[in-house]
């Protein structure tokens, strides 16, 4: 499995899945994200029972971790989306949801390629800097300084510490953050 090419798929799929909340129409993002689930349980129930399903099994026998649950990350990251394109107002949704697919990408990237210092859960200083530095740069186009800051701590403290998958949790934690603290 090459780690940079599925770090590169999360970073276009994640960035894809966050642009479905700038649609006008919030209601939209929810009924496209319930879809996307659908169609992607009806997919991983043809491959576990075997059938070929083009373009999934190219990307599931490319890109899934060894020994992963085949689409979980994907099924987990849409889920988040689906659950923030619910509960925060779109632009938190936004952001919380573009800050998974950034920092996530970003922080394995770096940290394979520069990390040095391990800090928590196997995961280094060095990716956890890089990730918070460019998610706070590229959030400084869609939102303002403070609102940046906390969401790219929020999110890096997040991905560094918990225990659940950070497909799940960063999105969460962000979207909560930006909600209950008047950043915006």
């Known amino acids: 499995m090459d780690e940079y090419g599925r770090q590169a798929v999360h970073l276009i799929f994640g960035t894809a899945i966050a642009a479905v909340l700038l649609i006008p129409d919030p209601r939209m993002a929810s009924m496209i994200y319930a879809a996307g689930l659908l169609g992607g349980l009806v997919c991983l129930e043809a491959h576990l029972k075997g059938w070929y399903v083009p373009v999934i099994a190219e990307l599931v026998g490319a890109f899934e971790r060894d020994g992963a649950f085949p689409g979980k990350g994907s099924f987990y990251f849409v889920a988040s989306a689906l659950f923030c394109s619910i509960v925060f ?25 520069f990390g040095r210092h391990r800090i928590v859960n196997g995961r280094t200083l060095e990716g956890s800097l890089s990730g918070f530095a460019v998610l706070c740069a590229v959030l400084l186009t869609f939102t303002g300084p403070v609102a940046a800051l906390t969401a790219s701590a ?31």
Do not use: H, K, M, Q
């Not at 952001?95 to 990408?105: E, K, N, P, R, W």
């Not at 998958?165 to 962000?174: F, Q």
């Open 154 to 184: 929020v999110a890096a403290v997040a991905e560094l510490i918990s225990p659940i998958d950070d497909n799940l949790v960063v999105p969460l934690v962000v979207g909560a953050a930006l909600t209950l603290i008047p950043v915006a």
């Open 89 to 113: 107002r779109p632009d938190v949704a936004f952001v919380a949801v573009l800050s998974l697919a950034i920092l996530d990408a970003v922080a394995t990237v770096a940290g394979i390629r």
